[in-house]
């Protein structure tokens, strides 16, 4: 009889609860914790769901799971500073920004949808080219110095991570290498584990990504893609210098490597022409409308260039990637009226707050960051990890993501953490800044390391 996954996860309690398995460490993945114990990774998945449910780790996919530095909070109290443990959640790992009056703004566009000619119309199927207007509209928004583009080859999908897995896929056959940079957006990790294609990291410096570092892993194996955030890299924030496009541009073209633009944190700099621009025949632009206007309107766009219009709608169809025609009719009525453009301009002006939160609380810290991003990436001072400090601030009821959720590759991970600024309100931002620059001042304590 197969041991029920209570009394395997009771033995890991006992672990925690002796100190053998000390606070901040990384529980093995799932797979490898199953082959440990001889169980089947369904049990292992099970095990780890109840130590969750119980409030003795914490941890989600693509980031790894971590021994809480303390037992969870009691719900409903309030934001503490460092040195109490009660605290309510403030989650500075998701990052959807929302501002006040947003949705009165949108309101008023709906109201022709409420029409029964018109709503019908709203609830037919759309395929992957979505309707003519809907291309129009985006191709009008997307629009950016040097770089218009055809409302032709505009097509839709679901949220730009589907319009990402989509590229790639029309891109990538199975076991194809897609060079990306070193620190990477960590959902381009999971979509490459499904498609079945290797992520090959390339090092960065001071200037973003080198073309030349780009050129030589070509000439090692062929790259069959290059996944790129020139514009408010995540999670640096970094933006690559107009030059460095240039180069990049040149490298790509002169190695004939196709590339996958993510252009969805765009709308925060409207003033940075694409690598597109510079690379037209090569360059898939993906972008979106979850962050510009709100979390819940799940619609992606994907710019293809000449020629690649089918390969990849076929790829969008195959995958059940489509973005629903009641969100694209909503979207064209937003777009037309300006509600697009004034929530852009407010969501500039609500990032540029924050980020001064970020840069009065955290000062005296390398913390990086752009004035006009929704995160910042930080270096923590020694000798705290990665995985310490976010069990730490876990503690005070405070959600970061580590460095190495970012990382891609056999190297060394950063002892850095990323802090999403969008999604909790300011006075919860500025405490929970406030309080980690508390917990980091004061040093892992015996229970942390």
Known sequence: MREDFRRIADRIAEDIDSGRLAPGRRLPPQRRFARRHGIAASTAERVYGELARRGLVIGEVG??????????????????????????????????????GQSELLAPALAELRRP??????????????TGAAREAVAALLAAPGWRPAAERVLFAGNARQAVAAALAALV?????????????????????????????????????????????????????????????NPTSFTMPDAVRRRLAARVAELGVPVVEDRIWSFLRPGDTPLAAYAPHLTHVVDGL?????????????????????????????????????????????IADGTVERLAEAKRADAAARQRLVAGELAGFAVRSDPHAYYAWWELPAPWRADTFTAAAAAHGIAVTPGPAFAVGPG????????????????????????????????PGPHTG
């Open 63 to 100: 980031r790894g799971t971590f021994v809480r530095a303390t037992p969870p909070a009691p719900a409903g109290r309030a934001l503490t500073e460092a040195g109490n443990t009660a605290a309510t959640p403030v989650n500075l790992e998701l990052n959807y920004p929302s501002v006040p």
């Open 117 to 130: 000619d018109v709503l019908a119309e709203a609830l037919r199927p759309a395929g992957a080219g979505g």
């Open 173 to 233: 056959r199975p076991g194809g290498r897609v060079g990306v940079e070193e620190l990477t957006y960590p959902l381009v990790k999971e979509i490459a584990e499904r498609l079945g294609v290797v992520l090959v990291p390339l090092p960065r410096d001071d200037e973003g990504l080198c073309p030349d570092a780009l050129a030589a892993a070509h000439r090692r194996a062929p790259l069959s893609a290059l996944y790129v955030q020139p514009t408010l890299h």
């Open 290 to 334: 979850s962050k510009r206007v709100a979390p819940g309107l799940t619609a992606g766009f994907l710019v293809v260039p000449p020629g690649r219009t089918e390969p990849v709608s076929a790829a969008l169809r195959s995958g059940g990637w489509g973005a629903p025609r009641f969100a694209l009719e909503a979207a064209v009525r937003w």
């Open 412 to 443: 060394r991970t950063p002892d850095a953490v990323r802090l999403g600024l969008a999604s909790a309100p300011r006075d919860d931002l500025a405490r929970a800044l406030r309080t980690l620059a508390a917990v980091a001042r004061g040093g």
